[in-house]
């Protein structure tokens, strides 16, 4: 009889394991609300005597040999590369290949090894989805594999089983400790763990330094996703959520990681916890009921939103008051001359650098400096600023002479040149020449 089949895309793993063990230990009530009773076929379940296992990791480590060690079972490790020592799962394996997975849509009756070597792709065929594969699986079980007359046994395997429950004298196998094989095989979950530890039902469990050491012997072997988080799997006891219990695949070990409020969870299981902070919220729903707090928290959120528009407002008029401020320093300042003010020009020598200050007057009103220094006029200057500075000295000798006359303008004569005299007689000249002089 097939007592379990658990069928995944998983690789082989504890809690793979513990599904199958929990499968086998119970009765299988999805077979009997499927198929019925079906003359004992639906009926394998039961607790054995001997286990025989490989040498995975995911089955031979301590938490497997607790578990079934405290449930009364005896374990034993088939030794490596020895598939007779394991004979009836390998056969179980060759008949589920011929009864199910080569008659399917796609199937290919060649090993892992065989198909690369033929660079066949399996998955590319396949048109069965897992939760129908598992289906056809258990109605191939039930419906034709237990039926099927067994060439060892020389008879059908639902028929001596149906026998051997129903004899006094054998009865069925079940565990004394069914109740702790259930805590611990129903409450293997995956988790994700991080730096801040694991979380799990509004518990958080975490331990600075055994955290940390997880992380560095899992974090190389195992793909972070999920922004540095991890996948785990891990052991929960629900009559003691004070820690919780993680499986460490990479030094074979497992690890427990405290309640991060150890005086809220000391001694106290996952029901009473729950209990406690439903018993806490509802005294905090009397002492002050949720139509409060929110009308509190939109009073609140109002008052914000006004002082917020006030420091907008005050921000905008500071704002203003400054640009009007430097809109009046910028502003052009023109001087209206009027009858019986006095004019006085004057000059004020530069320094040799051009960056001292200059001292001008208080009593030279009419002057206005935009600014403290002023470039040197010995400066480079392009040819551009030359002429404006020549125009502008110009301007100031017209203004300094207003009684000298403007030449009219008129068309220039061009200048004629004398002649060139021609002297005859040099004593006759020179004697004219001093005459002039005299």
Known sequence: MILAAVLTFEDPSTYTVQLAIKQM?????????????KKGSTDGSGQPEEMTFDNGVENI???????LGDAGVDVSVAPRATPE??????RAFQTYNQGVWHNAPGGIPFKPHALSARRLKPQEKAEWALEFATGVMWYWIVNVYHFNRNRTLEAIPVRLWSEKVNDPMVGRAVSKRLDLVDILCGTRVRLKIDGAGVRYKTHTFHHQKVTENFLLATLPLERRSNRGKVDIEAIIYPHDCSFITIVDNVRNRLVRLPNSKPNFSDGLSYAEAALIKESERLLDRQFISEEELILAKYNYFKLIDGARAQARTERALKQAQRAKKKARDEELVVWTLVDGDHIELGTIEPSVRGDAAYDVPKEMASMQRNAALKPHKDQPRNAAKSRETREINMRIKELRAPNMPVPAESSPVPAIKPPIPVIDNPVSFLEQLAYDLD
């Open 85 to 90: 020592a394991k004979a009836i799962v390998e």
């Open 61 to 67: 480590g301590f938490s497997m040999r607790t578990l």
């Open 25 to 37: 230990l119970r009765p299988k009530l999805f077979l009997i609300e499927r198929f019925g009773r």
